[in-house]
């Protein structure tokens, strides 16, 4: 009975995970861009004095081990990105036509669709905290244990995220502008790169900005997680998230919805 | 989690833990950290601007300089009430007791004076001029010989404590401010805040055998200021408090290589060391917050609020 489900869950996991593995070059590309952020940037942007303290943190902490969680959160962003824009080139070739009359509800098919991606996130999630504990950030077992279904949820819900884009964008062409209009201010409008009472000193705008971006909250669920600490309104709204973004996805690919728009 | 959450209940009955003590020079007051639950658990009042601090050897009296007030306090850590003042000479900043429980050995500042003090006639025994503007006191284990380092002069001079006169003096590096004596009493450490170095001297030949920079990547050379010292419980380390720097350095004792740097809160001074030896406790002067490192990782785990400017640091064990 379930069987069949489960069938078309591996082959849809094992299929991008092969097509990512297959592409060596995506695979340096998705780990280069945070580690030099991590390597380069973080090292020479106030690196030695240390941040004054915030939750999670009991002391002061280099600027290197405040952004790593908003670099996993950037590598699981750009790769919810990327899925969908497999997404998108699944639809031109075809593929996804294919995909989508397998006798099995769809909103299924696109949930296979978005662990696929999640867990090709998570496998560049993984190689970077190791490349970053190699380089000296401190880490603990029991921190990247309790982050993993931080990392699980975050990376579902900016696959959700890709998912819903391209559920709206038809052309390979329209996407990379897509990619830039959501990953940039995603990236920069939220705690990865500074933290909350940082942006509000600034401006009032850009910190309510932050506030309800919900990379934000992947970020913050990340960041507690790896100190082995819930911040459960992190939780909710990421969750939330998902929800919104895959509900609003799977509308999207009504096939009713399809040949209206088409 | 639940781990935790159990020790602290278990901690949270009035059983009583070590402490450390942390004067605030801008609030006059000085702070009682519990060594168990890494919290403040008492501030009481002091004269004003109190600095150097250190408890009696059966932590009966604490000693606070309380450099305004022109006095050394001597406040009961039972109660927290000043049991009564010691003539200190003027603006007190630093002071050392000998071995013998007895003799405190008191900078003044502004007089380049050392005064030393019987704690128990509550008399001046002696006055000693030294450079200008005396800080660092550190004495050898055996109380053989105090050392008071000298601001301004840039020396470190020896005093015999029998005799109560200077039998040497030694040129360091600008501005030095703490001495330090090694447990077995053979070598001596001085720190030098704008030189930004330390030298070690041999304290039979009383001659130079070492010296010490430092070097931390994205932090400029003018900031890396050494303070305090401390060695590690088994003499193999040394710790060196780098004030603005906001950095502790881990020095070997025996090689004078640096090991590491630890950062911990701004403008870093003074530092005690738990009684069961397992964590160092520094304190933060502009962040006003004290910095807990657990000694087995060298990882800072902590960083605890206390008063305005914290600036000397005693441990004491459980009463």
């Known amino acids: 009975m379930l069987a069949h489900p489960a069938r078309a869950v591996g082959a849809i996991v094992t299929r991008e995970l092969r097509r990512y593995l297959s592409q060596r070059a995506r695979f340096l590309a998705a780990l280069v861009r945070p580690l030099i952020w991590l390597l380069v940037f973080a090292a020479g942007f106030r690196a030695a004095l240390g941040l004054s303290i915030i939750a999670p943190y009991q002391t002061y902490i280099t600027y290197e081990t405040y952004i790593l969680p908003g670099l996993c959160g950037m590598i699981l962003l750009f790769s919810g990105m990327q899925s969908s824009l497999s997404l998108v080139h699944d639809r031109e070739s075809g593929a996804m036509r294919l995909l989508l009359t397998a006798p099995l509800p769809r909103w299924f098919l696109l949930g296979a669709k978005l662990l696929a991606g999640a867990v090709v996130g998570l496998v560049q999630v993984a190689a970077f905290l190791l490349i970053a504990a190699l380089y000296g950030i401190k880490l603990t077992w029991i921190g990247v244990i309790s982050a993993l279904p931080a990392l699980i949820l975050c990376a579902l819900m900016l696959c959700a995220l890709g998912l819903l884009l391209s559920a709206r964008v038809r052309q390979l062409e329209n996407f990379a502008g897509v990619m830039n209009f959501v990953i940039f201010p995603m990236f920069f409008l939220s705690t990865a790169l500074y933290p909350l009472w940082k942006m509000q000193e600034s401006s009032e705008f850009l910190a309510w900005l932050c506030r309800v971006n919900p990379f934000t909250h992947a970020v913050e669920l990340i960041r507690f997680a790896l100190y082995g600490q819930l911040n459960l309104p992190a939780l909710g709204w990421t969750v939330l998230a998902l929800i919104v973004f895959f509900g609003l996805a799977v509308w999207g690919y009504e096939p009713a919805r399809s040949r209206v728009s088409r | ?319």
Not at chain 2, 168 to 192: C, I, K, Y
Not at chain 2, 199 to 228: C, M, S, Y
Not at chain 2, 280 to 293: A, P
């Open chain 2, 1 to 319: 989690m639940i781990r935790t959450l159990l020790l602290c209940t278990a901690l949270s009955l009035p059983a009583a833990a070590d402490e450390i003590w942390v004067t605030n020079e801008m609030d006059d007051t000085v702070s009682v950290i519990d060594v168990t639950t890494l919290e403040v658990k008492a501030t009481y009042p002091t004269g004003e601007r109190p600095r150097g601090v250190t408890f009696s050897r059966d932590f009966k009296r604490l000693y606070i300089c309380a450099s305004d007030s022109d006095a050394v306090q001597v406040m009961d850590p039972d109660t927290g009430d000043i049991l009564h003042e010691l003539p200190s000479g003027e603006d007190p900043e630093q002071f050392v007791i000998a071995p013998d429980d007895r003799l405190l050995y008191i900078a003044n500042e502004d007089d380049a004076i050392t005064t030393v003090v019987d704690t128990e006639t509550r008399k001046v025994v002696a006055q000693i001029d030294v450079g200008v503007e005396p800080e660092g006191m550190g004495i050898s284990p055996d109380g053989t010989l105090q050392v008071t380092t000298s601001e301004t002069t840039n020396m470190a001079h020896w005093i015999d404590t029998t005799t109560h006169k200077i039998v040497a003096n030694s040129l360091v590096d600008s501005r030095p401010r703490h001495a330090e004596f090694s447990p077995d009493g053979q070598v001596l450490w001085v720190s030098s805040e704008i030189g930004g170095t330390v030298t070690v001297f041999d304290v039979e030949t009383k001659a130079e055998v070492g010296k010490i920079r430092f070097e931390i990547p994205n932090i400029r050379a003018e900031k890396l200021q050494p303070v305090g010292m401390k060695f590690s419980p088994d003499a193999t380390k040394v710790f060196v408090a780098l004030g603005p720097a906001n950095h502790i350095a881990v020095v070997d004792a025996q090689s004078y290589a640096v090991e590491r740097y630890i950062l911990v809160g701004r403008r870093v001074w003074h530092m005690a060391i738990s009684p069961d030896q397992t964590k160092l406790f520094t304190t933060n002067g502009v962040s006003g917050d004290v910095t807990v490192i657990d000694l087995a990782t060298l990882e800072p785990i902590k960083s605890i609020k206390v008063g305005r400017f914290p600036w000397g640091a005693a441990a004491r064990p459980t009463p």
